[in-house]
C-alpha cells in the first residue's frame, strides 16, 4: 500500500543526546514536510523540502536539522541544541508545493526526553 | 500574515448530536485553499476535504458537511448525528501560494469527544 512511515513510533532520548526519527514514502511525492505538534498548539512547521537534495527552514527550524538524498526519504534529526523536544512529530508529503493539493500524513513519533 | 483559527479546543457532545466546528482564516491572497483534517488516537492526520477560494459552494459527504462563507472568512465542519468513531481532534488548515510555493498552516484543532 502506498503511504508515509515513520519510525520509531516511540523515541526516549536522554538530554544532550542526537536523535533520527526516520520518515519514508512510497506515493512519488516531490515535497516532504516535517512538523512539531505540541498541546493547543496545533502543527508547526520545521523543516520542508520541495524536491531532493534541497530543503528549506520552517517556522521553528532551531535545534533541528534534515536532509533529502533521496525522493523518498526525509530524515529529521533532533540535536542537543533543541532546548524542548518533548512532542509529537509528524511526517507528511503531496505531490508537488507547486501544485495545491492535500498533504499526506504518517502516524508520527513521540519523541520524550528522559 | 495568515492564520487559521479554530477557537473551540474541545467540543463533548452526546451521540447522535448535531455538532458544528468553527473555523476562522485570515490571508491576503485571493488564491487559496482550505482544508480540514481528522487526528484519530493513532495520531495518523486523515484527509476530509479541501476547497478552493473561489468556490464557495456548500458540501455534503455523508454526515459531514463543510460550510465556505468567504464574506466572513469562515470554513465550518458540521457533522450529523454524531457517533462514538468521531472522536478526534480536527484541524482546519489554509494553503496559500507564494512565488509559487504552497504551504500549510494550521489551526490548533478543536478535540470532539461524542460520548455514547
Known amino acids: 500500500d502506498g503511504g508515509i512511515t515513520q519510525s520509531p513510533k516511540y523515541l526516549f532520548r536522554k538530554e544532550g543526546q542526537n536523535v533520527t526519527l526516520s520518515c519514508e514514502q512510497n506515493?512519488?511525492?516531490?515535497?516532504m514536510y516535517w512538523y512539531r505538534q505540541d498541546p493547543g498548539q496545533g502543527l508547526r512547521l520545521i523543516y520542508y523540502s520541495q524536491i531532493v537534495n534541497d530543503f528549506q527552514k520552517g517556522d521553528i527550524a532551531e535545534g533541528y536539522s534534515v536532509s533529502r538524498e533521496k525522493k523518498e526519504s526525509f530524515p529529521l534529526t533532533v540535536t542537543s541544541a533543541q532546548k524542548n523536544p518533548t512532542a509529537f512529530y509528524l511526517c507528511?508529503?503531496?505531490?508537488?508545493?507547486?501544485?495545491?493539493?492535500?498533504?499526506?500524513f504518517g502516524q508520527g513519533t513521540r519523541l520524550t526526553v528522559v | 500574515a495568515q492564520k487559521v483559527t479554530q477557537a473551540q479546543t474541545e467540543i463533548s457532545v452526546v451521540e447522535k448530536e448535531d455538532v458544528t466546528l468553527d473555523c476562522v482564516y485570515e490571508t491576503r491572497d485571493t488564491t487559496y485553499y482550505l482544508f480540514w483534517y481528522k487526528q484519530p488516537p493513532s495520531g495518523e492526520l486523515v484527509f476530509l476535504i479541501r476547497r478552493n477560494s473561489f468556490d464557495e459552494q456548500n458540501e455534503i459527504s455523508g454526515r459531514y458537511s463543510w460550510n465556505f462563507q468567504k464574506s466572513t472568512s469562515s470554513f465550518n465542519f458540521t457533522i450529523t448525528a454524531s457517533q462514538v468513531v468521531d472522536s478526534a481532534v480536527y484541524f482546519c488548515a489554509l494553503s496559500e501560494g507564494t512565488s509559487g510555493t504552497y504551504k500549510y498552516i494550521f489551526g490548533t484543532g478543536t478535540r470532539l469527544k461524542v460520548l455514547a
Open positions: 506515493l512519488n511525492h516531490d515535497a
Open positions: 507528511a508529503s503531496s505531490i508537488s508545493q507547486a501544485v495545491n493539493t492535500e498533504a499526506f
